[in-house]
T-cell receptor
């Protein structure tokens, strides 16, 4: 059974049109992460929530926002998608932040920007 | 500045052979080194991980070798199988910093 579920699996949006990607988890983990993975590249951490505390990576563009209304759900909002934002977006969870806390990844949402 | 350098970028190995992927890190504060396996269309999944207080960890056909003084670690896949064909990422703590990945293809 899937433990980290991302919807939709594929998302197409238009240049500049806001888009929201969703992630849910059944693990009751405290930490939820969002990564961006471009073709043939490593996943790049955008930000994470530790419970309700939001932690943004220094180089994450302001165009990317996130919401975590409860333990189970986390959303990635892209306010004005550009062509360069086309990528796979991965959600992950872990019981706690930091060393040796295994991250469990969802299957990802592939975003296309037309 | 890339904190985790991974090589090779791609690797082709005959079935039954040994696949070796190497990573080097810069930050001596890193204390957890996982390897992730990613199949096309799937998210990465933890394969095996090591802490720097041991030099080797083995799980089935997968072995991590760790050289703390050289700040290097490697993944060895023994008796490589076509089902091992995937992209492999090394990573380092605390918040996961990934290497660029190695696309492994096992020839049947």
């Amino acid at each position: 059974d899937a433990m980290v579920i991302q919807n939709p699996r594929y998302q197409v949006t238009q240049f500049g049109k806001p888009v929201t990607l969703s992630c849910s988890q059944t693990l009751n983990h405290n930490v939820m992460y969002w990564y961006q993975q471009k073709s043939s590249q490593a996943p790049k951490l955008l930000f994470h929530y530790y419970d309700k505390d939001f932690n943004n990576e220094a180089d994450t563009p302001d165009n990317f926002q996130s919401r975590r209304p409860n333990t189970s759900f986390c959303f990635l909002d892209i306010r004005s998608p550009g062509l360069g934002d086309a990528a796979m977006y991965l959600c992950a969870t872990s019981r706690a932040p930091g060393t040796a806390n295994i991250q469990y990844f969802g299957a990802g949402t592939r975003l296309s920007v037309l | 500045q890339q904190q985790v350098k991974q090589s090779p970028q791609s690797l082709i190995v005959q079935k039954g052979g040994i696949s070796i992927i190497n990573c080097a890190y810069e930050n001596t504060a890193f204390d957890y080194f996982p390897w992730y396996q990613q199949f096309p269309g799937k998210g990465p999944a933890l394969l095996i991980a090591i802490r720097p207080d041991v030099s080797e960890k083995k799980e089935g056909r997968f072995t991590i070798s760790f050289n703390k003084s050289a700040k290097q670690f490697s993944l060895h896949i023994m008796d490589s199988q076509p089902g091992d064909s995937a992209t492999y990422f090394c990573a380092a703590s605390n918040q996961i910093i990934f290497g660029k990945g190695t696309r492994l293809h096992i020839l049947p």
